[in-house]
């Protein structure tokens, strides 16, 4: 993702990243953590506020924003995820900042009209990457909404959730075998800097060490 962000730097646009999943997987946590490790590594991120649906969703999206200090586009509650996507990529271009986050509302991959409206924002405003974010303590059920997400809308990448509460972290070798997309990083706690880039080495020396302890950040 990095790298991505440098070469579209070098074409003077911004890094469009929308994020998508079910309800509740960590999506705007991810976000605020990103926000995060991206200002720290001298970009300026700003967040698109599209979970327009759920009750809360834009006060707490916006608490993240506040926290890290980046700027956050948002609209009524109700109002078109994807114009607030489109206004953010926009706000982006126009003050030369480097990535759009696109925060969007959990849904399940069974409602039809909510996958729908997901495709809508994807195609209004055209990001770079769509990545799933799944709860890896799901395990096979994450493996199979990613399926679902990547057949509607064909995700690029994904990032799981909670690895610290998951022992082996078993759940990414899976999602990455049947979509065939990269695991880009692994939410490893509630705090902004409880993020990893994956590392492929590390999963393996955790899947087959014998200790059964919670996986531990190590830097
Ligand atoms: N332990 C742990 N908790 C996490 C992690 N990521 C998110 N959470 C927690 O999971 C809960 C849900 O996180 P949200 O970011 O609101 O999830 P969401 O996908 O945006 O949820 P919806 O918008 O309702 O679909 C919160 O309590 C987070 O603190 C993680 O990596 N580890
Ligand atoms: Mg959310």
């Given at each position: 993702m990095t790298e991505m962000i440098e070469e579209k730097k070098a074409k003077g646009e911004p890094l469009v990243v929308m994020f998508v999943g079910i309800n509740g997987t960590g999506k705007t946590t991810t976000i605020g953590k990103l926000a995060n490790y991206y200002l720290k590594k001298g970009y300026e991120p700003v967040i698109a506020?599209?979970?327009?649906?759920?009750?809360?969703a834009i006060e707490q999206v916006t608490h993240h924003a506040d926290n890290v200090g980046v700027k956050i586009i948002k609209h009524q509650k109700g109002s078109d995820p994807a114009a607030v996507a489109y206004d953010a990529v926009e706000h982006a271009k126009a003050k030369g900042k480097e990535l759009v986050l696109i925060d969007t509302a959990g849904r399940m991959q069974t409602n039809t009209n909510l996958m729908d409206e997901m495709k809508k924002i994807k195609r209004v405003s055209k990001p770079d990457l769509v990545v799933f974010v799944g709860d890896a303590l799901t395990g096979n059920d994450a493996t199979e909404q990613a399926v679902k997400f990547n057949e509607a809308i064909d995700v690029d990448g994904v990032i799981l959730t909670k690895a610290d509460a998951d022992?082996?972290?078993?759940a990414s070798l899976s999602i990455g075998y049947v979509?065939?997309?990269?695991?880009?990083f692994l939410g490893m706690g509630q705090?902004?800097?409880?993020i990893k880039e994956y590392d492929a080495d590390w999963m393996l020396n955790q899947l087959f060490?014998?200790?059964?302890e919670e996986m531990e950040v190590k830097e």
């Open positions: 506020a599209s979970d327009t649906f759920r009750a809360g022992s082996k972290g078993g979509i065939q997309k990269p695991i880009l705090g902004y800097d409880d060490s014998d200790d059964e």
